[in-house]
C-alpha cells in the first residue's frame, strides 16, 4: 500500500504514504477526527467523495467504513495524524465535562463523514503534535492523553451538538442484516466484525443469520459477490479483470473457479470478445 505507521501514541496515529497508492479500506469502531499534515486525502463513503487537503481535517463516526485514498500532492508525500476517541475515553471526559450532560440533541448535525472547518483550535492543536513525526522523540503517554482531550474540546467548540453523539453510551440498535450485507458484500469482513457493525453479538448475529438463509454468512457473500459480477459482465459489458477486485475477491483464479460452480460456465462466456 505504500503506507508507513511510525507509531500509535495512546490512541494518536501517525502514518505517511511515500507513494502514490490505491485506497484503503478504513473502518473505525471508535469516533476519530483524520488530519492533513501534507499530502491530501480522498474520503469516498459510497454517496460522495470528500477532498481533504493539507492543514485540514474530517470527522469519521464510529462504525462507520469508507475508502480512503492519501497521495502526494503539491510535491510533498501524504502525512497525517489520526485522533482516536474510544468508547473508554470518552467515558472518563463525559464524567469530567458535567456541562455536557445538558448539552443541545444532535438534530441538525450533519450525520456521516465530514470536513471540519478550520479554527485555531484545531490548528494550535496539530501544529503542536507535528513534532512526533520524528520517531526519535517519543512523547509520554499522559501527555498524548492531554492532547485527545484537547482534539475532544476543539470538536464541542466547533458544535456543541457533538456532544450527544460522543456521549450516547447506549448499545447500538440491531439493523437489518441483509441490508447491511447488500450494501456492504464487496468488503472482508469477520464473523465478529459482521456481529459489531451490525449492532448485535456474536451468538445473535449467528441465530438472526439463520432466520433469513440457510447458507453461512460467508456463503451468502460469496454468492452475492457472484450475482453482483454477473451482472455486471452480462449486463454491463464488463470483463472479467474488471470486475473481480471490484465485487470483494481477491484473485482472478478463485472468482472464476466459483463463478463457473455457481453458474455452469466461465466468466468468459459472458464477457465481449
Known amino acids: 500500500m505504500g503506507e508507513k505507521v511510525i507509531f500509535n501514541y495512546d490512541n494518536v496515529i501517525y502514518s505517511c504514504f ?20 501534507s499530502g491530501e486525502m480522498l474520503l469516498d463513503t459510497g454517496e460522495e467523495q470528500i477532498r481533504v487537503c493539507k492543514g485540514e481535517c474530517a470527522f469519521i463516526p464510529r462504525d462507520h467504513h469508507i475508502t480512503m485514498y492519501k497521495r502526494p500532492a503539491g510535491g510533498e508525500r501524504y502525512c497525517g ?15 469530567k465535562l458535567g456541562q455536557a450532560k445538558g448539552a443541545p440533541t444532535g438534530y441538525g448535525l450533519k450525520r456521516g463523514v465530514f470536513k ?15 513534532p512526533f513525526f520524528d520517531t526519535a522523540v517519543r512523547p509520554h503517554d499522559d501527555f498524548m492523553h492531554l492532547k ?6 476543539a470538536l464541542l467548540h466547533v458544535d456543541a ?6 456521549f450516547d453510551f447506549n448499545e447500538p440498535w440491531k439493523i ?18 459482521l456481529a459489531h457493525y451490525t449492532g448485535r453479538s456474536l451468538t445473535t448475529f449467528k441465530r438472526d443469520f439463520k432466520k433469513i438463509s440457510d447458507l453461512t454468512p460467508e456463503k451468502w457473500l ?15 459489458g464488463k470483463k472479467v479483470a474488471d470486475v473481480y477486485l471490484q465485487v470483494g475477491f481477491k484473485n482472478q483464479s478463485h472468482f472464476s473457479s466459483a463463478f463457473k460452480k455457481q453458474y455452469g460456465v466461465a466468466p468468459t462466456a459472458l464477457t465481449p470478445s
Open 18 to 37: 511515500y507513494d502514490d497508492s490505491d485506497g484503503c479500506i478504513h473502518r473505525s469502531r471508535e469516533y476519530a477526527i483524520n488530519y492533513v499534515h
Open 81 to 95: 495524524i489520526f485522533l482516536s476517541f474510544t468508547r473508554n475515553f470518552l467515558r472518563e471526559m463525559y464524567a
Open 116 to 130: 471540519l472547518p478550520r479554527t485555531v483550535e484545531f490548528a494550535s492543536l496539530f501544529s503542536s503534535l507535528v
Open 148 to 153: 485527545l482531550q484537547e482534539g475532544l474540546l
Open 161 to 166: 451538538r457533538f456532544a450527544s453523539i460522543l
Open 176 to 193: 437489518d442484516i441483509l441490508d447491511f450485507l447488500n450494501k456492504n458484500y464487496m468488503y472482508e469482513f469477520s464473523m465478529e466484525e
Open 222 to 236: 460469496i454468492r452475492r459477490r457472484l450475482e453482483a459480477a454477473y451482472d455486471m459482465m452480462r449486463e454491463g
